[in-house]
């Protein structure tokens, strides 16, 4: 069959041609099939992320090794490009063979190259692979990895490997424009039909392609899908192309070698040597045998049935040749169709056994590697703690040690003006104070107690800072004063007389007049002038405020209260105690919730009480008014807070006493 290849990939700018030159190379020695290039994204180098990527290479190193992981070869091509000279301590990881060879093209030292599948080993070539190669050359070493890669897509690699504990950083050097094909060039992809292959590495591309083919007709596409073949290098893309509609997909290794491999096996497969028809020689053997059957007869004297017979079972024997050989071409052709047909069947089913196996493997492998990991990861921080404890320590050996004890008795006090007494201000006061002792201290474990203490200092100041100490001690002094607050049983007359006072102002006013004209004596120079003087003025100012002062005290005989309820004049001594007592425990039910922070059950208690102090108690008295006021400033605030749980600086603590004690247990 003539096959017609139609490649992919993106298409870089023209400055960068190592890839398209080798994969023209490749090719042209396959010869295996006619080539059509329909790259249907354009790959745009970041002129500035390049920049940066020197910068990050030529960088001293922090940790153990550092690293560069190219996602794919065209990241690896656009890097090498820009970059003049690989530093000799820097590794380079990449996803598999292809991208290994690419590499080592590109001026990469052989020993510098940590690829999947490189050296006989049984890695896939793809993020997975790479990552269990590094656990293993890496295993209890941190690095410093630099992933360069494209927009979108690789997101799970970083992760993992910020997981396993290395500082991951991440560089997208170039952008992906999608390129718009012409009506006439899908249009011609969908007349190739079953001679089209479509080598497809990725499943944007995949999704690029049909979503551009969709503007052909229904009819065409259904029957190109049908009939193309697609050539995946991993199984996410082999399963997009399937939700697609491809019925024919096939997974291959990654390079243009497994396309040429694949091209070359079908090609023989299809094509195969062509049966010769056997009927044109038969008939032409048959006939010479005829011929040389008949002798030279020179006697006229022979039977001519016998010529007859002879004639008739040449023509017998011809007619049954023709016949087997019939028979036996219609039962081949069957037999080929039958053998195809299976072999379809068994390919298919092969296929989905494969991708089940795949899938299984991959989850087995992922399992595996995420118990391994956890083990590592134990160990690695074990190590860590150990070596960073041994350089810092030599490092800052003549620095003054900060004590402990005054920082975690700074946080027991947090923790209890915090949880015990909901004091906000009080703990972050407490915790201001742990900060400021730990100002200047340089060891390690201490600064990452310092940063926790900032970090739970910041989400304690951003509560509110309700004193629910200074409302609680409010709050008693109610709850003290129950057994003496008036209540309208039992009110006195003084509640009218007070009233009286605060409306008739003259009263305070005169007062003060007369207390003026009684002690206040005119100068004189002479001493005749100090003899007491008759004045018309003062007699009735005095005149003035004796009858106000009687008739102040005739309204004090009579006191008139307003109630809503007229049964609560009628509660008796034992009635009235009880509601004090109803009063009291209510109000203590209050102060139970509001320091437990039960802000549901602190406003039941809140409304509860309010309703007993304005049913049964005057209201218009000072002492029953300043209770109320603090009942509603209590109900204002919100006591239902999610606390800080000071998780990071108990950690931290932790961790900075133990490297003390592990310091003094030392030789």
Known sequence: MDWTLVVCKPKLPDGYSVQKSELDEQLTLGNQASVLNLPVFELVPHTAKLTALRDWMAAPRRRFQKMVVFVSPSALEMAMTHVTEWPADLMCGVMGRQSARLAQRMGIPRDHILAPSVDGGDDTEDSAGLLALMCRHFADKALEVLVCKGPRGRVDFPQKLSELGHDVDILEIYDRLEIQQSSVRLANLLTLGGRCVLWITSSETAEALDRQMSQMPDHQLLGFKNSATVLTTHNRITRRCKELGYARVVEIPTGIQSVNLWLKTNTTAMTGSSMTNPVSSQSANATAYVAQSQPNITQPAVNPWLVKLAFLLSLASMALVLLISFAGKNQIEKTRLAFGERIQKESTTLDLVREQMTQYDDLTRDLKTRFELLEEAQKEEASQRVSLEEVYNNLLASKTEVSLSEVDQLISIAKRQLYLLGNVNGAAVALGQAIDLLEKAEKPSLMNLRTALQTDLAAIKALPSDDLLKLAIALDSVINSVETMPSLAGADATTQTNLAKLNNPERIESEPAVAQDQTSTPTAGTAE??????????????????????????????????????DVLLLSSRQEADVRNALRLSLLNARVTMLSRQGELLKSDLNRSLTLINTYFDTKNPQVERAVSVLNDINKIQVDLVLPELKATTSAYRLAVAGQQQKGSKP
Do not use: N, R
């Open 529 to 566: 002038s100090s003899a007491p003087q008759f004045s018309w003025a003062g007699a009735w100012s005095f005149v003035k405020t004796v009858a106000s002062t009687a008739w102040y005290d005739i309204q004090s005989l009579i006191e008139i209260t307003k109630v809503d309820t007229p």
